[in-house]
T-cell receptor, first 114, second 114 residues
Framework: AQSVSQHNHHVILSEAASLELGCNYSYGGTVNLFWYVQYPGQHLQLLLKYFSGDPLVKGIKGFEAEFIKSKFSFNLRKPSVQWSDTAEYFCAVSAGNAGNMLTFGGGTRLMVKP | DSGVTQTPKHLITATGQRVTLRCSPRSGDLSVYWYQQSLDQGLQFLIQYYNGEERAKGNILERFSAQQFPDLHSELNLSSLELGDSALYFC?????????????FGNGTRLTVT
């Protein structure tokens, strides 16, 4: 079974700072990788996903993530955060043939100070 | 608004009791997933239904059961409740079961067992 680790539980940044949230997974086979975001009081929303191809994927709202197979990582980045990015971010993985049966990381709470 | 409706939003009950959580998927979605989000276990996949049939099981306790009805809504039944069952229960839906069918999450039902 796969597992997902998000090492940063809480991150506090000032507006315009750069963001990188770590995500590591453990699974030896083909994986599908996702980042979800949950804004305060709202449902989980898909930020971006990676299945195959270019390991640098771009998502909504200026977010991107890079899949590094050798490091089993899928870190989320944004060059310049805004106050509206305050939310909880979840990395998730599914095995190649497991579709939407996702294993989530523990989440990272991001607070952006205006 | 994701289009996925979960009721009730909040539920407070006592240990030993039984509750039913309801989920109406997004219009057109055939697959329903249940996830549990607790402080100690994070966000865990419980069970998946597709067009009325169970497709996959995750970390679902034997005290928990679910079903998907002909109108595609789903119910998650939790019985012999324990304090540790207190959590946020999310429902998600997708058109199909594969990775190319993005998940749409509801706002969750917050269950408190006292």
């Amino acid at each position: 079974a796969q597992s997902v680790s998000q090492h940063n539980h809480h991150v506090i940044l000032s507006e315009a700072a750069s963001l990188e949230l770590g995500c590591n997974y453990s699974y030896g086979g083909t994986v599908n990788l996702f980042w979800y975001v949950q804004y305060p009081g709202q449902h989980l929303q898909l930020l971006l996903k990676y299945f195959s191809g270019d390991p640098l994927v771009k998502g909504i709202k200026g977010f991107e993530a890079e899949f590094i197979k050798s490091k089993f990582s899928f870190n989320l980045r944004k060059p310049s955060v805004q106050w509206s990015d305050t939310a909880e971010y979840f990395c998730a993985v599914s095995a190649g043939n497991a579709g939407n049966m996702l294993t989530f990381g523990g989440g990272t709470r991001l607070m952006v100070k205006p | 608004d994701s289009g996925v409706t979960q009721t009730p939003k909040h539920l407070i009950t006592a240990t030993g009791q039984r509750v039913t959580l309801r989920c109406s998927p997004r219009s057109g979605d055939l697959s329903v997933y249940w996830y549990q989000q607790s402080l100690d276990q994070g966000l865990q996949f419980l069970i998946q239904y597709y067009n009325g049939e169970e497709r996959a099981k995750g970390n679902i306790l034997e005290r928990f059961s679910a079903q998907q009805f002909p109108d595609l809504h789903s119910e998650l039944n939790l019985s012999s409740l324990e304090l540790g069952d207190s959590a946020l229960y999310f429902c998600a839906s997708s058109v199909a079961t594969g990775r190319n069918s993005p998940l749409h999450f509801g706002n969750g039902t917050r269950l408190t067992v006292t």
